[in-house]
Nanobody, 123 residues
Framework: QVQLVESGGGLVQAGESLRLSCAASGRAGNAFVMGWFRQAPGKLREFVAAIRWSSDGLYYADSVKGRFTISRDNAKNIAYLQMNSLKPEDTAVYYC????????????????WGQGTQVTVSS
């Protein structure tokens, strides 16, 4: 199982930026995917973005498309989530996830999860 360590959350004002990082201890084959999900109080955990490690396939939720960018550093086994033009509705705990995934938007397919990092956007 992959171990994940997240960093980079914090408190910002609307319109500002943050970059989250997720360091993985290892990889799991060609189908390996690293994804970001978020969960706001009282809401279900929702898909934000994902990247397929072998093909560079990128996936985004409609709510963040054009504002968030997912990328990776192969050598360091780190995935990043650059979040620009943040809105108060982006406030949530952000989780990194990893696994050999077919449907990158389905959280049930991910076998490894980070501890979560809080992102708070004030208006």
């Amino acid at each position: 199982q992959v171990q994940l360590v997240e960093s980079g959350g914090g408190l910002v004002q609307a319109g500002e930026s943050l970059r989250l990082s997720c360091a993985a201890s290892g990889r799991a084959g060609n189908a390996f995917v690293m994804g970001w999900f978020r969960q706001a109080p009282g809401k279900l955990r929702e898909f934000v973005a994902a990247i397929r490690w072998s093909s560079d396939g990128l996936y985004y939720a409609d709510s963040v498309k054009g504002r968030f960018t997912i990328s990776r550093d192969n050598a360091k086994n780190i995935a990043y989530l650059q979040m620009n033009s943040l809105k108060p509705e982006d406030t949530a705990v952000y989780y990194c996830a990893a696994g050999s995934v077919r449907n990158v938007r389905d959280r049930r397919e991910y076998g490894s999860w980070g501890q979560g990092t809080q992102v708070t956007v004030s208006s």
